[in-house]
Nanobody, 124 residues
Framework: QVQLVESGGGSVQAGGSLRLSCVASGYTYTSGSCMGWFRRPAGNMREGVAAILTDGSTFYGTSVEGRFTISLDTAKNTLFLQMESLKPEDTAMYYC?????????????????WGQGTQITVSS
């Protein structure tokens, strides 16, 4: 049974930084698959934030590119999202996802497994 557990959310002022972690248990990394981070602002649809393939390739949503960095420690089965220069519009519930398809890394339907989410609130 695959379980994804996020941590690291919280409240921060604009311009601040946060680092999210996602521990994946029971998950097997397979060639061509990917893991990613998504977010859902209140009242909006979930959107792709960042994704990483097993070959190390990374993908970012346009609103976070240059500010967020996704990384994966396969030895610790942990996915990270380093977030810098946070803005109030980054406020959302952030979700870790696994089992994604490499040809659609930032699209929600491509993922098989989801964490429960962790809230990030950025105040101005």
């Amino acid at each position: 049974q695959v379980q994804l557990v996020e941590s690291g959310g919280g409240s921060v002022q604009a311009g601040g930084s946060l680092r999210l972690s996602c521990v994946a248990s029971g998950y097997t990394y397979t060639s061509g698959s990917c893991m990613g981070w998504f977010r859902r602002p209140a009242g909006n649809m979930r959107e792709g934030v960042a994704a990483i393939l097993t070959d190390g390739s990374t993908f970012y949503g346009t609103s976070v590119e240059g500010r967020f960095t996704i990384s994966l420690d396969t030895a610790k089965n942990t996915l990270f999202l380093q977030m810098e220069s946070l803005k109030p519009e980054d406020t959302a519930m952030y979700y870790c996802a696994a089992g994604g398809r490499s040809y659609m890394p930032l699209l929600e339907p491509g993922y098989s497994y989801w964490g429960q989410g962790t809230q990030i609130t950025v105040s101005s």
